[in-house]
């Protein structure tokens, strides 16, 4: 089974600090992402990665950016968290075409 | 760019009886069509997926969608529902010339009742 980690469940940040969350996945996958889910809205894109060292914005990628220095691993940053980043975080990897697989998802709260 | 549209937010249904999700979307292209489950506290989970082919599409834990091209729709069924499918499902959709990226609708919460 493919497996998709997502270092953190919950995390409860202050306004102004930076943030990290890791997401790892351990099938070789090519592509990665991050979305965002909030009530009403569905999942939206935030970026997206399809090798090592390279990424692509997604729908959303206003406050964020990323890292991917490894295959298995793709990292979200808030440079400067804000309450209106407070949301669910999830990971994805695929490896080819659509078939995406997810992580659990980080509950951000940022007070 | 493509578009979902889940047409209902929430659906409340008794324990044993079908259920319906409606799904409709939006594109200029040949699309690759999804639904995906997403249990309390979980990531999503793949249903099922159109990718060619016929037109009815079986999935897991007994769910079933068909996909109808003339009303750009892709609507989820299950015969007769348990308590366990409560759930928040979501429709997603990706053009076959980008097929990586992903379009998800708002969800669609079902609440199962005994």
């Known amino acids: 089974d493919v497996k998709v980690t997502q270092s953190s469940r919950y995390l409860v940040k202050r306004t102004g600090e930076k943030v990290f969350l890791e997401c790892v996945q351990d099938m070789d996958h090519e592509n990665m992402f991050w979305y965002r889910q909030d009530p009403g809205l569905g999942l939206r894109l935030i970026y997206f990665s399809y090798d090592v060292k390279m990424k692509e914005k997604g729908d959303i990628p206003e406050g964020y950016s990323v890292s991917r220095e490894k295959k298995e691993r793709f990292s979200l940053i808030l440079e400067s968290a804000s309450t209106n980043q407070t949301s669910m975080y999830l990971c994805?990897?695929?490896?080819?075409?659509?078939?995406?697989?997810f992580g659990a998802g980080t509950r951000l709260s940022v007070l | 760019a493509q578009s979902v549209t889940q047409l209902d937010s929430q659906v409340p249904v008794f324990e044993e009886a079908p259920v319906e999700l409606r799904c409709n979307y939006s594109?200029?292209?040949?699309?690759?069509l999804f639904w995906y489950v997403q249990y309390p506290n979980q990531g999503l989970q793949l249903l099922l997926k159109?990718?060619?082919?016929?037109?009815l599409v079986k999935g897991i834990n007994g769910f079933e969608a068909e996909f109808n091209k003339s009303q750009t729709s892709f609507h989820l069924r299950k015969p007769s529902v348990h308590i366990s499918d409560t759930a928040e499902y979501f429709c997603?959709?990706?053009?076959?010339?980008?097929?990586?990226?992903?379009?998800f609708g708002a969800g669609t919460t079902v609440t199962v009742r005994a």
């Open positions: 997603a959709v990706s053009a076959l010339s980008n097929d990586y990226k992903l379009s």
């Open positions: 594109s200029s292209v040949s699309v690759y």
């Open positions: 994805a990897s695929s490896l080819e075409g659509s078939i995406q697989y």
């Open positions: 159109y990718l060619s082919g016929s037109t």
